[in-house]
C-alpha cells in the first residue's frame, strides 16, 4: 500500500440518513476531529438538496449515478446525474482519483449494527476490516462483486467503502448509533495513519466475510403492488442464519411464506426502505471465515 | 349517542405510513371485513400522490389543511390544499358531516404501541377508549385540546380519532404492528356495532388519559440547525415518566441536556421524524385517571 495522501469523509449521499450528515457537520466544525498528521481529510455532503427536503434524492438515488458513461454524458441534467458530475470534479476522476480513500456514511432502517460495505477485495482494505472487527466485534463486513463497473459514489476511488449503520428510521438522528459511528470513523482514520507511519503489528487477523449472492423482492401482484410483508421472525434478525423452510414473508391475509433455498444463508437489508422501489426485500449472503495477512 | 350510519377508516393521510395505506388496501379488497350490519364503512386513501413518491406529503402536511376558512379558499391551490377540499366533499362538510365517526390510520418513528388519539372529550369516544384500553392493555389514550379549531382531517366529523402506531420507520411495513393495527381497527368496528344494537354493558370504566400539555424542540444554533439528539435515556421512552433533571437530549459534543420542567411529566412522540421539521423532539403529556360511564 502506497502512502495515504487525502481521504474523503461523505455524509448525506441519501439526504434523509442523518447520522452521516450531522457526523459531517460535527467534523466540519472541527476538522481537528478528522485531521490525522500524515494525510489530508476533506469532508462532502453528498446531497444538499436532497438533505433540505429530508429526501432520499430528488431526481434519482445520487449513489447509483456514478456509471463512467453516465459522468461523461453532458445531456443527463437531473439533480442527481449533475451532482455526480460535481462530486466526480471534486474527488475523481473516476480510476484516477485525488483522494485515496472515500469514506461514504448511511444508515438503514434494517438492522445492519455497524456494517462495513466494501466493493472489492483488495488486501488493504481486507486488513483495515480485520482491524475494525477485532477492535469492536460489533463491526460486520460484506462485499459485494459487481458485475461490470460500480455506479457507487464510492467507487470513484480504489479504497471507498460505506459505514452502514442501523437500524434507524429516515430523516431521524438516534444518539446511540451516531456515537458508535463516530468511534468507527476515527478508528478507520487513525489505522489509515498508523498504515502511513507504517506502525501496524504484522500478523495474520481473521475476518468473518458476508459475500453478497443476490436479492429477494417483496411477493408482488399483477400491478407490482407487494403483497406480504417480512416476516415478523425475521425482521431485525439482520447477518443471522436463514434455514430453507423458515419463514421470510406474511401476507396480509396471514399466510406465512418460506424461504425456499436449498442452502442455509445470512439476510442483510432486511426490510430497507428505500428498497421497497428497488424491488428489493432483503440481500443474501454467504458467510466466509478469512484469513487476512498483513506480513 | 345517536345511531351510527356512516364510519369512514382513513389510510395515507400522510404518504409514507404505510401501515394504514396497506390495511386500507386489504380492506378495499374484502368490504366484509369492516363492514357491520348497522352501519355503512368507507374507506380513503388519504394522500394518494404523496404515498405513490414514498413521502409524507408533496407541498404541506395534508393533516394540517383543514381549518374552515382554508377549506373555503378557492385560491389555495397547492395540493394538499385542493386535496383537502376534495376529502371535505367526500366527507363533509366540517360541522355537518356525511360520516358519524372518522378513524385516521397513523404510523410513527415514536414508540407510540397502539395509541388513540383524541380531538375531544365527548362521553362516547372517552367509553369506546376506555373499552379498548379494557381489552387490550397496549392501547394508549391521548388527548389534545385545540386552542380554536383543529386543522386534522379528523376534525371534519365530531366523533374523529387516530390511531397512531410505532415504532416503525416511514415508508416500512412491520408485519407485527400491521396484525395489531388490523385487530384494533376491528375492535373499533365491533363496539360502534354494539353501540349501535344497544349491547353495551351499562357500567363505569377507569381510564388513563395523557393530556397534550405542549412541546418541545430541539436545542438549535442561531441558523435553526439542531444542536442536540434525543438522549439515549429517552429514547423509545414514550409514556415512561420523565422527572425534573432527568436528560432529553446529548449533544453532537457528547453533553446531556437535562429537562428542566418542574413537574414529572409523560413525553410521547419522541424523535418522530416529521416533527424534526415542525420544531417538535416530543411532545408533553400529563397523566389523568378518570372513570368513564355510559350509565
Redesign the interface.
Given at each position: 500500500m502506497n502512502k495515504i495522501n487525502r481521504v474523503a469523509i461523505i455524509g448525506g449521499t441519501h439526504g434523509n440518513e442523518f447520522t452521516g450528515v450531522?457526523l459531517l457537520?460535527?467534523f466540519e466544525q472541527d476538522l481537528n476531529l478528522v485531521k490525522r498528521p500524515s494525510f489530508e481529510t476533506l469532508t462532502l455532503l453528498g446531497n444538499p438538496q436532497a438533505f433540505k427536503e429530508?429526501?432520499r434524492y430528488i431526481h434519482q438515488d445520487l449513489n447509483r449515478s456514478f456509471f463512467s458513461q453516465d459522468l461523461q454524458n453532458s445531456t443527463l441534467t437531473g439533480y442527481e446525474e449533475m451532482r455526480a458530475k460535481v462530486i466526480e470534479k471534486m474527488l475523481g476522476p473516476k480510476g484516477n482519483s485525488q483522494v485515496d480513500v472515500i469514506i461514504d456514511l448511511h444508515s438503514t432502517?434494517a438492522n445492519m449494527g455497524l456494517s462495513i460495505l466494501l466493493g472489492e477485495l483488495h488486501p488493504f482494505t481486507l486488513q483495515l476490516a480485520a482491524y475494525l472487527t477485532s477492535i469492536n466485534p460489533e463491526v460486520k463486513v460484506c462485499y459485494t462483486q459487481f458485475e461490470k463497473e460500480s455506479n457507487l459514489l464510492r467507487s470513484l476511488c480504489d479504497f471507498g467503502f460505506a459505514i452502514e449503520v442501523g437500524?434507524?428510521?429516515?430523516?431521524?438522528?438516534?444518539?446511540?448509533l451516531?456515537?458508535k459511528t463516530e468511534e468507527l470513523v476515527y478508528a478507520v482514520l487513525d489505522y489509515l495513519e498508523r498504515s502511513n507511519q507504517d506502525t501496524i503489528e504484522k500478523k495474520n487477523s481473521p475476518l468473518t466475510l458476508y459475500r453478497h449472492m443476490g436479492a429477494i423482492d417483496f411477493p408482488r401482484n399483477e400491478h407490482g403492488?407487494?403483497k406480504a410483508?417480512?416476516?415478523?421472525q425475521l425482521?431485525f434478525k439482520d447477518y443471522q442464519p436463514l434455514h430453507p423452510g423458515e419463514p421470510i414473508f406474511?401476507t396480509?391475509?396471514?399466510q406465512a411464506i418460506a424461504f425456499d433455498g436449498t442452502s442455509t444463508v445470512y439476510p442483510i437489508f432486511i426490510?430497507e426502505?428505500?428498497y421497497?422501489?428497488k424491488g428489493i426485500a432483503m440481500c443474501l449472503t454467504e458467510k466466509q471465515q478469512l484469513e487476512v495477512s498483513n506480513i
Open positions: 450531522y457537520k460535527k429530508s429526501r432502517t437500524p434507524v428510521a429516515q430523516a431521524v438522528l438516534n444518539a446511540e451516531f456515537q403492488e407487494i410483508m417480512i416476516h415478523p425482521q406474511l396480509f391475509d396471514g426490510n426502505a428505500a421497497y422501489e
